[in-house]
């Protein structure tokens, strides 16, 4: 390896490069990781690239559920701009409702996030990151076999983008039944892949920055007896294929830890003692600091100025 992950990503800067013109060989991809809620820090880490211009030095964006949101932002280049989101009462209370499940609809509704705030209220820009020259990955897990499905190679217009973003972050039972593209169901990508750092290296990556949003102390766990009495019943009936990772999530989250541990990757994640954030945070005050908080560590691990 000539450079190490930061300068390269430095260098590419310096140079003006985009994919297509380098002067490397190397293939510099940024994972970003997802968790619903939790996708505040992660947030406040694009915004962070955005403010520094890192985005033309990468290669491609791999995002794994609300992680794969954050990578469009920042790809049309709206990350900042739309930062309140994630502290705004009506898009919060309106797109995560616990309430909902009393009627037997999903408590996290990303209909309404993608159809609605991102062409209306909070505009996206989908051409904007179809155009994008860095390429984008949304990842999501195949229902009937459980398997990571990378989504790039489907998306070909607006519409096929706002597919793949429900997809990704088609979380189990919280988000309601699986989406379908090309005849096969999808669900939140988290369920195979957290950190999408598998897919990414068998793609050709050499060099990577994942943006995390769990503190080191905070570790991957099993899923609990009631969630496996909640979600057993979804699962045998929506995503047959997909209970073995699912019941496997602390094994595949440490072997994504040892991948991420190689030298090629520089992880960022929230500082020990920053706000612990369930996948169902709606407080503004706590959204607020969490992005915030994703801000900082990202401008620092990456040669900027908080």
């Known amino acids: 390896m000539t450079a190490t992950v930061v300068e390269l990503l430095h260098e590419r800067k310096r140079q003006g490069s985009v994919p297509g013109a380098r002067r490397d060989d190397a293939r510099l991809v940024l994972l970003i990781e997802g968790g619903s809620s939790r996708g505040a820090y992660s947030s406040g880490m694009t915004i962070a690239i955005e403010q520094l211009g890192l985005l033309p030095a990468f290669d491609a964006v791999y995002g794994s559920s609300a992680g794969s949101l954050n990578a469009a932002w920042l790809l049309c280049g709206l990350a900042e701009k739309t930062q309140h989101a994630w502290w705004d009462p009506e898009i919060m209370g309106t797109t995560i409702n616990p309430r909902r499940a009393l009627r037997g609809r999903p408590i996290v509704d990303t209909h309404y996030l993608v159809h609605t ?48 973003l429900r997809a990704s972050t088609a979380m189990p039972f919280l988000a309601g039944e699986p989406i379908t593209i090309d005849g096969r169901p999808l669900i939140d990508s988290g369920v195979s892949e957290g950190v999408p750092v598998r897919t990414a290296l068998d793609q050709g990556a050499t060099h990577i920055v994942a943006l995390r949003t769990r503190r080191l102390d905070e ?81 620092a691990a990456l040669g900027g100025s908080a």
């Open 219 to 299: 570790p991957s766990l099993a899923p609990s007896r009631g969630e496996r009495l909640l979600l057993s019943r979804w699962f045998a009936r929506y995503a047959p294929g997909a209970v073995d990772p699912w019941l496997r999530r602390a094994e595949l989250r440490a072997e994504e830890e040892r991948l991420l541990s190689d030298p090629a990757v520089v992880s960022i994640r929230p500082p020990l003692g920053s706000p612990s954030v369930g996948r169902t945070e709606r407080r503004a005050e706590i959204l607020r600091v969490v992005v915030d908080t994703g801000r900082a560590a990202a401008m």
């Open 117 to 164: 705030v991102y062409t209306s209220i909070m505009p996206m820009g989908f051409q904007d990151v179809l155009d994008n020259p860095v390429e984008f990955h949304p990842m999501a897990t195949d229902a009937r076999t459980g398997r990571p499905v990378d989504l790039h190679d489907r998306i070909h217009d607006a519409a096929g983008l706002q597919a793949a």
